[in-house]
């Protein structure tokens, strides 16, 4: 019997882009990297948007069990030139996070095991029942829903804009 101890739900599905209304707001260079966001200038999302997109999420999250006060928040864009890069981070003061790959042609974000220092001591990442890391390919429109606290980073290579933003719940105890 094999077991997965310890697996990390990660959730992918598609949006309409067409639905997404968000405003564009000033850019400038952000998080440590200084790739251009602009997260401290949060854009105006349509409530029709936080609605559509509440929807999306609700269907996936719901197979995580039972919360309650779900909300979205913290809402940005992420213009990327082939050269930027963002560091690894995790989305702090959330439950989930999610990444809507845009204008962007191909995926460069890299999710990280969340115990990746160990597998690569161990196992130098040649054994598939223990990655490193995992490498998701997406095309515009592709939302990707991960918890908040799983290690990632953007790897150079890529222009184009992402949209990610925050989701806090509070699961109930049955």
């Given at each position: ?10 959730f992918i599905d598609t949006v309409d882009l067409e639905k ?35 929807n999306i999420i609700d269907k996936h999250l719901s197979q ?48 990280l095991n969340p115990s990746w220092k160990l597998v690569e ?54």
């Amino acid at each position: 019997m094999k077991v997965n101890l310890f697996s990390i739900p990660i959730f992918i599905d598609t949006v309409d882009l067409e639905k997404i209304e968000i405003s564009e707001a000033e850019y400038q260079p952000t998080f440590l990297s200084g790739v251009k966001s602009n997260y401290r200038h949060q854009p105006q999302v349509h409530p029709t948007t936080y609605d559509y997109l509440a929807n999306i999420i609700d269907k996936h999250l719901s197979q995580t069990g039972n919360y309650k006060n779900p909300s979205i928040m913290n809402v940005w864009r992420n213009l990327y030139n082939d050269t930027d890069t963002q560091e690894v981070h995790i989305h702090a003061n959330s439950q989930w996070s999610f990444i809507i790959y845009e204008t962007v042609e191909k995926s460069r974000t890299v999710f990280l095991n969340p115990s990746w220092k160990l597998v690569e001591a161990l196992y130098s990442d040649n054994v598939k029942e223990f990655p490193v890391s995992w490498r998701p390919k997406v095309d515009p429109g592709t939302i990707i829903i991960f918890p908040s606290m799983l290690e990632h980073y953007v790897l150079a290579g890529s222009s184009g804009t992402t949209i990610a933003g925050n989701i806090h719940l509070e699961y109930i105890d049955e």
